[in-house]
């Protein structure tokens, strides 16, 4: 794993943006797989801005995304789909049908993850992997203790995965208690790798997955130990709290 340490948030979403930019000029159909959360947001806009500047096109881009809450359709504002619309797709030239997000209204629930398996090896896999990390090492709402062969699958959310996530709610009451997630072998499956880590609140996580010399399912995001292309982008304050 190659880790950069950029000296602020700001830097470090511009050199992800770097890693996004680049997969889109390298390939002819480039697969991104995009993530959610407060983390990637500064990502995004910086991903708008050259769009608009520089002219990067999207208009070859298929996306997959991390996750969504079961319940929740797109129209929900507290929806992954909608946040990915808000913050990305509805400024840059994507066209719609290259946009995977599940389905967190689908009626069959178990065959929408199967589908989305599915549509990313049609796709050929995922180019390009931005991941955030949770504050008990999730990736993707992969929880401590799912298996590493885990697949697109239904996930409960553990109470402390649900309290980070407040913020976008009202209430604790109202954020979901299951979620669809690509599966850690899903996420492992990716070409590359980039894992956003900001902030006081990511310190210890960081600090344990950086010093641990096991790979376990009780901290996923240790897996990303076994793939051969994985950078850690950090800001300072996760870096040296
Ligand atoms: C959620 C998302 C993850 C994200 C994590 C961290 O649980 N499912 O994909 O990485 O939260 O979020 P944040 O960036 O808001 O700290």
Redesign the pocket.
């Known amino acids: 794993m190659q880790l950069i340490r950029a000296k602020d948030y700001d830097e470090m979403c511009a050199k992800a943006a770097e890693h996004v930019i680049r997969t889109i000029k390298e390939k002819k159909a480039p697969v991104l797989g995009l ?6 947001t500064g990502v995004y806009r910086k991903l708008v801005m050259d769009h608009w500047q520089n002219r990067t096109s999207y208009r070859h881009v298929t996306t997959f995304n ?2 969504e809450y079961v319940g929740l359709g797109s129209d929900d504002p507290t929806s ?1 789909h909608y946040y990915m619309r808000e913050n990305f797709f509805d400024h840059v030239d994507i066209p719609e049908q290259q946009i995977h997000i599940p389905n967190g209204i689908a009626s069959n629930l178990e065959q929408e993850c199967l589908q989305y398996e599915c549509q990313i090896e049609e796709k050929g896999g995922i180019d390009l992997q931005i ?5 008990n090492g ?4 992969n929880e401590p203790g799912t298996p590493f062969y885990s697949q697109t699958h239904i996930v409960k ?1 553990s109470e402390s ?1 649900r309290e ?2 407040q ?1 976008f709610f009202n209430s604790l009451e109202q954020v979901p208690k299951y ?1 669809i ?1 690509m599966g850690l072998s899903t996420i492992m499956k990716s070409r590359e790798i980039v894992l ?1 880590v ?2 006081k ?2 310190a210890p996580i960081l600090q344990q997955l950086l010093s641990s010399e096991v790979v376990c399912e009780d901290l996923p995001a240790t897996i990303l130990k076994r793939h051969p292309h994985v950078t850690i982008i950090t800001d300072q304050d996760a870096y040296s709290s």
């Open positions: 993530a959610t959360g407060k983390t990637p991390l996750d992954f991941l955030g990390i949770g504050v999730h990736i993707g709402f959310l995965t980070a996530n913020s979620a997630t956003l900001s902030g609140r990511k």
